[in-house]
């Protein structure tokens, strides 16, 4: 009897830790792929503002974090670097710096959604032509499936 409890316990343990390594893997495996030289090159030049994702952000950690500069357009937002892998990030834009899981949930219905973030070295997404990014000054990188805060820039 002791064997079978043994045996169930490390079977579940590992059973765990296979779904949780497929959480964080999944997204890796299914990453889109990275915006070219020239669409970096383009996002660049109409840049009106920068910003820079940091790894030491309060709620950021070994596996909720980005890092890289942030280029913010009327017409899409950019990043040069980083981000951690994971499952349904969203981009949103605010007023205030975020730094927090706890700031971002009060904050969120003054916020603004923009995107869905699809890869994780580099990206280009559209703005919506009925948000105007010189009414805000912050980028979040936000997991919406978990409720976890990855990242933010102040860009203006």
């Not at 002791?2 to 949780?20: D, E, P, S, Y």
């Amino acid at each position: 009897m002791k064997k079978v409890i043994v045996l169930l316990i490390t079977h579940m343990m590992v059973a765990a830790m296979g779904f949780a390594g497929g959480i964080y893997i999944l997204p890796v495996l299914i990453d889109a792929p990275a915006p070219t030289q020239e669409t970096m090159a383009t996002a660049k030049t109409q840049s009106e503002y920068e910003g820079e994702f940091v790894k030491s952000l309060k709620d950021s950690d070994f596996l909720h974090w980005g890092e890289g500069r942030v280029l913010v357009g009327q017409q899409q937002i950019a990043l040069e670097g980083k981000l951690a892998p994971g499952p349904d990030y969203k981009l949103y834009l605010s007023t205030k710096f975020i730094e927090t899981e706890a700031e971002f949930l009060k904050n969120k219905s003054e916020m603004v959604q923009v995107a869905d973030i699809k890869t994780f070295t580099n990206f280009v997404v559209p703005v919506p032509s009925t948000v105007d990014v010189s009414s805000y000054s912050t980028v979040i990188i936000w997991c919406e499936a978990f409720s976890q805060f990855i990242t933010a820039a102040s860009y203006k």
